[in-house]
């Protein structure tokens, strides 16, 4: 009796432990999702991001007076290609691997290459444009590009100078003077007439063309260039601009010195610092920040409004018959500098004199797409390989654990508790291979977090640090420069100002050998 006793009490006991544990276990698996952290990026803004790398086409009069600002405010007669084709850019950029591409649609010397109401000032009051429609063609280069990029299933943003050397009366124009483009000069805030209504119009004429189909254009990115070489001060009502964008282009990112929707990097030279931050704490309104500062950007700040790089593959942005184009490997050197450090890479392919982009320069950016595909292919993870973690987020394995960051979806990623803001994962390659460089990517949706972060390689049985980073952000390209034979791999967040969230995971390299596995 006594036994049997202390059977039914030891039962007892045992069952409200289990019950105990199922409570506070089932506590733990109810761990809400993460929440947002401070800024996060719009749905547009990450579309962006995926885009990564596209063109940038400068093209107009500068392209015949062999100028980069156009200051010799010549006719739209100079404006003369032989042979346009505008298809042949869009499917050069396509066949580059290219996202898209963004045109002058009107640089600094304030010449419209499109159908414009607004100035005189126009190719299409030139005998090239004038030529073209008296034989049944089109003659609106912005409308021919945009058609041309939508034929070639590439992205198409428009860059629209805020300075017009042709409306800024501390500019000369002596070839323009008694001719119909002798207009008034209204840039300046203490000139008579409105400036930003003009550009206003011109901003809205654009940002509502119809293709020749009828079609609405699509702009992904409207390039709101801060650049003068004037010493006239003209205030911008950045606010309308961006309202004209948002009210008929919600889906395009407005990018200026310091925002709306993306931001300068600091340099024309396609690259960045290690450290870079999606987020600062300044409108286009305010103060602008200097290069330094735009390529670091602020941790934690204000606005999400990451960095595009932009830079030329020949030395200037417009067609110089001197110059040649950079080198495959120049390129992908600038690739990894930027892509590889978070920040799009934005690369000027001007079109020559013909109205085409050079032979030459179309093959390298074939040669750079070439090498940029045979680094990035030799991927060594897939779903399926054994991967352990410092912890899952309430031990939920589906939703937080560390083989979501092999399963190439942007919406999975892993996860720790919210008390924790350092952690590891570690992969089991299964076999020994030589390792050169990693892929990794904070699941941004989120936010930006992550400030450290540390990639390891066992090595003769023993782990050693390899890559030691800062921010990590949208995505991180770390390179070694020997490489290294390993069979694991680990990934260590070092520091996180909330709990860290990885997306993916990624190690580039190749099987020594099929014994090498046995």
Not at 4 to 14: D, L, Q, V, Y
Not at 135 to 147: I, M, P, T
Not at 459 to 467: A, D, I
Request: glycine share 8%.
């Amino acid at each position: 009796m006594p036994t049997r006793t202390w059977i039914a009490s030891g039962c007892r006991g045992a069952l409200l432990l289990v019950g105990a544990v199922c409570w506070l276990a089932a506590l733990v698996h109810a761990q809400d999702p993460p929440a947002a952290y401070l800024r996060t990026p719009t749905s547009h803004q990450l579309e962006w991001h995926q885009l990564e790398y596209y063109a940038f086409v400068h093209f107009g009069p500068n392209t015949f007076t062999n100028e980069e600002w156009g200051t010799s405010q010549s006719t739209p007669d100079v404006f003369n290609p032989t042979a346009l084709d505008t298809d042949q850019w869009a499917k050069s950029f396509a066949d580059a691997g290219m996202a898209g591409m963004i045109l002058t649609a009107k640089h600094h010397d304030g010449m419209a290459l499109w159908d414009t109401n607004t100035t005189t000032y126009k190719i299409g009051n030139g005998k090239w444009a004038q030529d073209r429609v008296a034989q049944g063609l089109n003659a609106d280069v912005v409308q021919l590009a945009a058609a041309s990029a939508k034929k070639h299933g590439i992205k198409f943003g428009i860059y629209l100078s805020p300075w017009d050397i042709h409306r800024d009366p501390a500019m000369p124009k002596p070839n323009l003077t008694g001719t119909i483009y002798d207009e008034p000069q209204i840039f300046g805030d203490d000139t008579p007439g409105d400036y930003n209504e003009l550009y206003a119009q011109q901003l809205t004429e654009l940002v509502t063309m119809r293709l020749s189909d009828d079609s609405p254009i699509e702009a992904s990115e409207l390039w709101l260039d801060g650049n003068s070489g004037s010493d006239t001060v003209q205030t911008f009502n950045w606010t309308d601009f961006r309202n004209i964008i948002r009210e008929n282009q919600p889906g395009a990112i407005m990018w200026g010195h310091q925002g709306v929707d993306a931001r300068w990097v600091g340099n024309e030279d396609g690259v960045t610092v290690a450290t870079n931050w999606h987020c600062i704490s300044r409108t286009q309104d305010e103060t602008h920040y200097s290069g330094d500062e735009l390529q670091t950007g602020v941790r934690d700040g204000i606005y999400w409004t990451p960095a595009e790089a932009d830079a030329r593959i020949r030395d200037g942005w417009f067609y110089h018959s001197s110059e040649q184009p950079k080198t495959a490997d120049a390129l992908m050197s600038m690739y990894l500098q930027s892509v590889g450090r978070s920040v799009n890479l934005l690369l000027d392919v001007p079109p020559d004199t013909t109205g085409q982009i050079v032979e030459g320069d179309a093959d390298i950016l074939l040669q750079f797409k070439a090498q940029r595909d045979a680094f990035l292919s030799r991927t060594l993870l897939a779903p399926g390989f054994a991967v352990n973690a410092s912890s899952v987020r309430g031990g939920n394995f589906a939703p937080y654990g560390p083989e979501n960051v092999l399963d190439g979806n942007s919406d999975t990623y892993w996860a720790i508790n919210n008390n924790e803001t350092t952690g590891w994962l570690e992969v089991d390659l299964g076999s020994t291979y030589t390792v050169d460089a990693f892929i990794t990517q904070e699941h941004i949706a989120l936010g930006q977090r992550i400030g450290g972060y540390a990639i390891d390689g066992l090595v003769n049985g023993t782990y050693m640090s390899l890559v030691t980073g800062t921010s990590l952000g949208y995505k991180r390209i770390d390179q070694l420069e020997t490489p290294i034979e390993t069979s694991h791999i680990r990934l260590r967040i070092t520091q996180a100002n909330a709990t860290p969230l990885v997306n993916s995971f990624q190690v580039l390299g190749v099987r020594d050998s099929p014994a090498s596995s046995e």
